[in-house]
């Protein structure tokens, strides 16, 4: 019955949010794609929901409490550069070196609220396992870090980001089951709900954007549930796609300056050069989301968590 309820809240709150909400737009890059420039006015900052909604039904211990503070302060970090974007009527949000400071600043909350539960610093990727006491901090930064960005960075097609990380909630409900994790199996329970009220509004062509708020959010979340179910191997053959995604502007990037204007790619993130090449974005989400649904598969079959 709660989570009857919490579907039919969300569904409520979206409708709501939209009605209410349209000067909270997004504003398109000018060097985007020009089918992306039409989408300047959009409603933003959807994250919000399914950021703050699922929160009220969790089944609270130390663990799920813990998760909660870090995923929220990520949230509000993408709220405030959402925010700031709809202010000043562009693209730009927090300076990436404040922004960048106040990710080290929660991973490092982060650390110190693992540490005083006392969970193992063991690094365990499958039969390999390295004691990690005293840089187990710098691995959660470089997780958190890795997984907000990427988890950006990929939210840039309808429905993209939203329905893979539904997928990813549908994996993580299985293995926190396995696993005996039950508070954290019922938190992905109570987010795949919402997310996917939030992705019935967001499918091509989207009535409202997730914006930083929930890609960050999103991206803090499961790379904290891998961290907290010591499933960070199988996480990483899971998030395959977001690393790829982030890989492909790095390569871009590098291989534009060192050639002087020369590219990889004919636009990065990847999906962004598929839609160059002429895929829609029902075709783009379509593609990730079967190659996400093998990654799945992957990690469960040979019980890779």
């Not at 730009?92 to 909350?109: E, S």
Request: hydrophobic content about 55%; some cysteine; aromatic content about 18%.
């Amino acid at each position: 019955m709660n989570l009857l309820f919490l579907a039919l809240l969300s569904v409520f709150l979206y409708s709501f949010y939209i009605r209410i909400f349209k000067k909270a737009s997004q504003y398109e890059r000018e060097e985007g794609l020009e089918s992306h420039k039409a989408k300047t006015g959009t409603i933003t900052m959807g994250g919000i929901i399914f950021a703050i909604v699922p929160s009220l039904f969790f089944i609270y211990d130390s663990k799920v409490f813990s998760i909660m503070i870090i995923i929220m302060l990520y949230a509000i970090l993408g709220f405030v550069d959402d925010l700031l974007i709809i202010i000043k009527k562009n693209n730009n949000g927090i300076n990436p070196n404040l922004k960048f400071l106040f990710q080290v600043l929660i991973a490092g909350l982060s650390f110190f609220l693992y540490l005083n539960l006392e969970l193992p610093t063991i690094i365990r990727l499958g039969s390999l396992k390295i004691e990690a006491e005293w840089v187990y901090g710098l691995f959660m930064l470089l997780m958190l870090s890795a997984s907000t960005n990427a988890f950006n960075i990929t939210d840039g097609v309808d429905g993209l980001c939203a329905g893979m990380s539904m997928l990813l909630s549908g994996a993580f409900i299985y293995i926190a089951f396995q696993k005996a994790e039950y508070t954290i199996m019922y938190m992905h329970i109570c987010q795949i709900i919402v997310l996917f009220i939030f992705w019935c509004f967001n499918y091509p062509k989207a009535f409202l954007f997730m914006g930083d708020t929930g890609s960050l959010y999103l991206g803090a979340l499961y790379s904290l549930t891998a961290l907290y179910l010591n499933s960070v191997l199988g996480f990483i053959i899971m998030a395959f796609l977001f690393i790829f995604e982030t890989l492909s502007v790095i390569i871009q990037v590098t291989y534009y300056k060192k050639t002087k204007g020369k590219r990889i790619f004919k636009m990065a993130p990847f999906h962004h050069h598929l839609e160059a090449s002429g895929y829609s974005e029902i075709r783009v989400d379509l593609l990730f989301y079967i190659l996400e649904i093998i990654l799945i598969f992957i990690v469960i079959y040979f019980q890779i968590y």
